[in-house]
T-cell receptor, first 115, second 114 residues
Framework: DAKTTQPTSMDCAEGRAANLPCNHSTISGNEYVYWYRQIHSQGPQYIIHGLKNNETNEMASLIITEDRKSSTLILPHATLRDTAVYYCILGSINAGGTSYGKLTFGQGTILTVHP | DGGITQSPKYLFRKEGQNVTLSCEQNLNHDAMYWYRQDPGQGLRLIYYSQIVNDFQKGDIAEGYSVSREKKESFPLTVTSAQKNPTAFYLC?????????????FGNGTRLTVT
């Protein structure tokens, strides 16, 4: 069963902000929200992750709703090089308090940035 | 520079042959993973290892085998028992396999079996 739901595709104009939504209504208390992206024929690239609070780094911002059932990845000034498949996934801690770090990747959102 | 190296980038084999894909990391990460990606699909976990000399099956382990004799190396063997071996294979690592630990990926090996 998919744990996250993302739109299949999105478009964004170069220089504008790209806002990528993700629904994770069954998220549990110890699950982190991760975002990765994959450019064709390359390995996925880590972007950002968070638990409860909003996070920002040099690549993007992550906004997590208060109930944690959804989140949004924001690329503040999209460029043509940001065209990629973006994956929203959950990383969990098992009941034993340790994590095997297993992340399940779905099909993601194809973001196309156009001039 | 620290990172994950997968080799070769492209690999061709005849049906019925076993083939081993290499994955080496110099990030000093404890956990390593193998994923498979088919065209237009997401990643599926084959095997993972949290520590040297230990590994666990992922979602699609049938027809694959791994070893973890050294911290920096996690080779994957695609055996002749794997029904559809042609795919893009990705290796990844993380610190300790904790939930607060991003995965670092290699650039993959594209295996074609004919």
């Amino acid at each position: 069963d998919a744990k996250t739901t993302q739109p299949t595709s999105m478009d964004c104009a170069e220089g504008r902000a790209a806002n990528l939504p993700c629904n994770h209504s069954t998220i549990s208390g110890n699950e982190y929200v991760y975002w990765y992206r994959q450019i064709h024929s390359q390995g996925p690239q880590y972007i950002i992750h968070g638990l409860k609070n909003n996070e920002t780094n040099e690549m993007a911002s992550l906004i997590i709703t208060e109930d944690r059932k959804s989140s949004t990845l924001i690329l503040p000034h999209a460029t043509l090089r940001d065209t990629a498949v973006y994956y929203c996934i959950l990383g969990s801690i098992n009941a034993g308090g340790t994590s095997y770090g297993k992340l399940t990747f779905g099909q993601g959102t194809i973001l196309t940035v156009h001039p | 520079d620290g990172g994950i190296t997968q080799s070769p980038k492209y690999l061709f084999r005849k049906e019925g042959q076993n083939v081993t894909l290499s994955c080496e990391q110099n990030l000093n990460h404890d956990a390593m993973y193998w994923y498979r990606q088919d065209p237009g699909q997401g990643l599926r976990l084959i095997y993972y290892s949290q520590i040297v000399n230990d590994f666990q099956k992922g979602d699609i382990a049938e027809g694959y085998s791994v070893s973890r004799e050294k911290k920096e190396s996690f080779p994957l063997t695609v055996t002749s028992a794997q029904k559809n071996p042609t795919a893009f294979y990705l290796c990844a690592s993380s610190i300790g396999g904790y939930a607060d630990s991003p995965l670092h990926f290699g650039n993959g090996t594209r295996l074609t079996v004919t």
